[in-house]
């Protein structure tokens, strides 16, 4: 028998002979199929089915093909895979290297669009009550796109146009490998900076393009980042037709970058024409105000009495109350003036005595007669010398005794030198009349005249300064 002659080799050699006829015989391959059973480990390479309906075959893609995909697959995509078919001896199977991958046609792109769009919608980062409100006027605003395309460009002319803006742009891939996640860093990396650094609005921008071109926009990625980010944020992917993922998750879709800018500012002649038109009409409401509170006071002034109306009945009253006033006064001063010409009447020797009479009278009727005539008795003796006494400082007793009170001719009593020489002209007042004199200063005070007094006549010459008793 055949197989009594074959030659025997080990199960290694069979699975090496196998693997070197399948890699020659087929080399590279495109196949497409639907992915079933996608899974990524920890090392990066990635695992997958590819099937249709009437067979499967394995696939693994390693890590650096991996990273480089176009879009992340899923599990029910339709993809297009090229690689190498070759065998794997550890489980006797065979497989496909994939090393380049991508959708199969825009159906399945769709596809696969909405199965992620349902499954985003269905954890809330749609919802309308999420969006953010645009902030009027910002004073910065960051511009996620590519530093070099006409984007850009359209951004910063609009924004001159309508109103200079301060614009911090982050360069990024808008397509192609990486560009889904440099976007998404790129939105991250706002939304990091301090608060004094953040912008106050973030555009992300794109130009139009093929659903593919814009696929970047559709990843998983950067939709959770626009939705995360706690800075207000406006898509501009593509023209008005183009829509993806990141539109839904904005807080406001633009149809264009342009667009965008025109969302992101208002008009400054506009605005400084509102804010004059603003200020036009408060400075018309706050005329009006006064005008109209001028017309209300006036309306009640005319209804207040007038001064002399308010003030006549208080003028006639104060002048009653000065009348009255100098009226009380002089009762006043009558009663204060009889009481003390009583109180001299009083103090007169025979209106006291009468008055000692009269309350000796009263005590004797009261006391014992000797005890009150004793006190009676000192007490007028006590007055007789009181009275004695005042009695001899009279001017007129003093004149008895020699003396003459020296006085000007109106009468004005002099007690110096000095006065009596200001005076010139002098009256000497005696017991029995006056005598006018003349002071003659300088001759008399030098001794040539002696001082000389002639009564007879009525006229004397004195030295001023060497009085003499007459």
Known sequence: MAGDNALAVSVSELAGKLKRMVEGEFGHVRLRGEISGYKRVASGHAYLCLKDDGAVIDGVIWKGQAASLRFAPQDGAEVIATGRLTTYPGRSKYQVVIERMELA??????????????????????????????????????????????????????????????????????????????????????????????????????????????????????????AACRIPVISAVGHETDTTLVDHASDRRAPTPTAAAEMAVPVLAELRHTVGQYGARTARCAHRYIERGRERLEAQARLLPRRDQLLGPQRQRGDELAMRLDRGLERRAAVARGGLDRAAGALRPAALGRQLDRARERLVMAWRPGVLDRRLGAARDRLGGTWRLVESLNPDRVLERGYARVTTRAGETLTGADAARAAGALSLRF?????????????????????????????AYVAADQPTLL
């Open 105 to 226: 046609g825009a159906g399945a792109l769709m596809a696969l669009l909405e199965k992620l769009k349902a499954k985003l919608a269905g954890e809330g980062l749609f919802d309308a009550a999420a969006k953010k409100p645009l902030p009027f006027l910002p004073r910065t605003i960051g511009v996620v796109t590519s530093p070099t395309g006409a984007v850009i460009r359209d951004i910063l002319h609009r924004l001159e146009d309508r109103c200079p803006t301060h614009v911090v742009v982050w360069p990024v891939k808008v397509q192609g490998e990486g560009a889904a996640a440099e976007v998404a860093a790129a939105v991250r990396g706002f939304d990091a900076l301090p608060e004094g650094e953040r912008p106050d609005l973030v555009i992300v921008a794109r130009g139009g393009g093929s659903i593919e071109d814009l696929w970047a926009f559709n990843e998983e990625e950067v939709v959770r980042a626009v």
């Open 431 to 459: 017991r029995d009349g006056a005598v006018d004199v003349v002071v003659d200063g300088p001759g008399v005070a030098g001794g040539e005249r002696p001082a000389k007094v002639e009564r007879g006549r009525g006229r």
